[in-house]
Each structure stands twice: as C-alpha cells, then as structure tokens.
Nanobody, 123 residues
C-alpha cells in the first residue's frame, strides 16, 4: 500500500519556523516528484513547492519564495519543507503528494496524497 504521512505541524508565532516532514511507505520517494500543497480555511488547494524526481529542480510559489525550502533525503525516504518567517497567511493544512512531475503550481498530476498536517500561525 502506497502511503504518505506528514508530521511537524503545529502552532507557531508570526516570524517563527516549522519543519514539515513527509515520510513514505510502500514505495521509494526517490522515483517520484514530490509536492507540498496547502489548503487554507475557505480556500482551494495551492501548490506551495515541489521537487523534481529527475534533476532535483524545485519550484516555490511567489508567496513563499525565500522563506520555504524543500529538500529530499532519499536514504530516509523522506521529503521536508523548512518554513521560516511564518505569517498568519501561511495558516493551512499542508499536504505532501507524490507524482510523476513537478510542474510548478499544477497539482492535478499527483497520485498519492498524505492526510495533511495543520499549521497555525498566531500570536
């Protein structure tokens, strides 16, 4: 069974940091492009970042560029999202997803999704 499990969410003050992790079971993340996708209350899902399976190239939405960093650890079969300088607009459920391509903000190509982890930014 292909499964992704996110962890690392929580409550943080504005300006703070969180590190989200996405662990895979049943398959090797190294063979997939991986995305972090978020859904804020009352809004649609937004592709925040992705990392390509082929050359490790990355994409960041303009709203997080310079603050978030995606990376993969193939030995541990994990992908992480380091989130710095968080602000209240970053509040959302964050999902990791695996698929064949990292195509910028496009999220329709991802086949396997995790359950999500809540990130809340509040003072």
């Amino acid at each position: 069974q292909l499964q992704l499990v996110e962890s690392g969410g929580g409550l943080v003050q504005p300006g703070g940091s969180l590190r989200l992790s996405c662990a895979a079971s049943g398959f090797k993340l190294a063979y997939y492009s991986i995305a972090w996708i978020r859904q804020a209350p009352g809004k649609g899902r937004e592709g925040v970042s992705c990392i390509s399976k082929s050359d490790g190239s990355t994409y960041y939405a303009d709203s997080v560029k310079g603050r978030f960093t995606i990376s993969r650890d193939n030995a541990r079969n994990m992908v992480t999202l380091q989130m710095d300088s968080l602000n209240p607009d970053d509040r959302a459920v964050y999902y990791c997803a695996a698929g064949p391509y990292c195509l910028g903000p496009e999220i329709s190509t991802y086949d396997v999704w995790g359950q999500g982890t809540q990130v809340t930014v509040s003072s």
